[in-house]
């Protein structure tokens, strides 16, 4: 709880307002609001790509409470655009921590408000669905804060991918390793890239708008297509890539947006849900070998089950166990597989990681 009081106000879409207050920056912000129902890992979930464009509630009743360290950043900034919580803490306990959470958000320029009933907030948006908010520790003004908020942008139709994808070509790994992958980054996580090269690929990661043409002179053994913020269906140019990838016949592997563009590409369409996944603790069914897994998710937007069963050529792989939505396809007539979870799970548990190795095996 922040040493200094100053008041803040969280204004819904609906006109719902909360009252709280202020931590981080004293500011004002806007974006889609989400929660998280997991109990730790909050400084991975703040630096995930995939949050581009969100305000974050977080479930648990204490976050900041062991601190912050650099060691535990999935990107090199924090990628929310502003937190909710019910105790956000400035002090914090972990011997290996750098320095506060207050001190974090504030140095890359994130507003927040504590105090605020987060279970009600969250009840409201599973009640309501996921809507747009406002946060300000800098305007108290009802009326002037709807005016703002009005200007926030819909996630639907929404194109975010290019805006946090890497501007240049890197590479990683041992680069006279057999299997070589050609990595689309639409707002890759960093253990998503340590999960490939630890299990001995040579990675080369592309810029988000990267023609096939490129990718191809790579020579890559196989394809990886990221996870990332926004609508997938925004995002035409990724579409038609993953449509000259599938005709290559290489192996390709897709993780969240990856596999949403996978579907895409494949005529499955895609639709915005109520209110999204997120989280470390998503109970997911693989229906393949009858194996349940805990897992750890991210997403606003589904691939719409009847254009899969409808297609003769692509098969489910794996089922949510809370709504029974669509979590993972394959492919019937080319080596390639897509989940919409994140087998990586940083933070989470490590249930799906073989995912990886079946990428692997797929490619050897």
Do not use: W
Not at 107 to 134: F, P, S, W
Not at 182 to 208: H, S, T, W
Not at 312 to 333: A, F, P, Y
């Amino acid at each position: 709880m922040s040493a200094q009081i100053n008041k803040a106000i969280l204004l819904l879409n609906d006109g719902t307002i909360f009252y709280g207050k202020a931590f981080g920056k004293i500011g004002t912000t806007t974006g889609e609001l989400c929660f998280s129902t997991g109990m730790t890992g909050y400084q991975e979930v703040f630096t995930d790509p995939s949050y581009t464009g969100q305000v974050l509630i977080m479930n648990n009743v204490h976050i900041g409470n062991y601190g912050v360290n650099e060691k535990d950043k999935e990107s090199d900034t924090v990628k929310i655009k502003g937190l909710i919580g019910r105790n956000l803490e400035e002090h914090f306990s972990r011997i290996q921590a750098n320095g506060s959470l207050t001190d974090y958000l504030i140095q890359n320029n994130i507003v927040a408000i504590e105090g605020v009933d987060t279970r009600a907030l969250v009840t409201h948006i599973r009640t309501k669905g996921a809507m747009n908010c406002i946060i300000s520790s800098s305007i108290l003004d009802v009326e002037e804060l709807k005016k703002q908020l009005a200007n926030c942008p819909d996630m639907n139709g929404l194109e975010l991918a290019s805006t946090v994808s890497t501007n240049q070509t890197y590479t990683l790994g041992n680069e006279n390793a057999t299997i070589k992958v050609a990595v689309l980054d639409f707002g890759i996580k960093k253990n998503i890239l340590n999960c490939l090269v630890e299990r001995g690929m040579y990675v080369k990661v592309f810029p988000a708008k990267t023609n096939f043409q490129t990718l191809k002179e790579f020579n890559p053994t196989g394809y990886f297509i990221s996870n990332g913020p926004g609508d997938p269906a925004a995002m035409p140019y990724a579409i038609d890539t993953v449509k000259e990838i599938l005709n290559d016949n290489k192996p390709m592997f897709g993780i969240c947006l990856g596999h949403q563009l996978l579907a895409l590409a494949n005529g499955i369409g895609t639709f915005k849900m109520h209110h999204g996944h997120r989280g470390l603790n998503h109970p997911v069914k693989n229906i393949i070998t009858g194996r349940c897994e805990i897992t750890t998710q991210n997403h606003g937007f589904g691939v719409q089950p009847n254009d899969v069963k409808n297609n003769h050529q692509v098969e489910v792989t794996h089922i949510n166990l809370n709504d029974n939505s669509i979590e993972g396809i394959r492919l019937k007539n080319k080596p390639a597989f897509s989940v919409q979870y994140h087998p990586e799970a940083t933070p989470g548990p490590h249930d799906s990681r073989y995912l990886f190795d079946d990428f692997l095996a797929m490619m050897q």
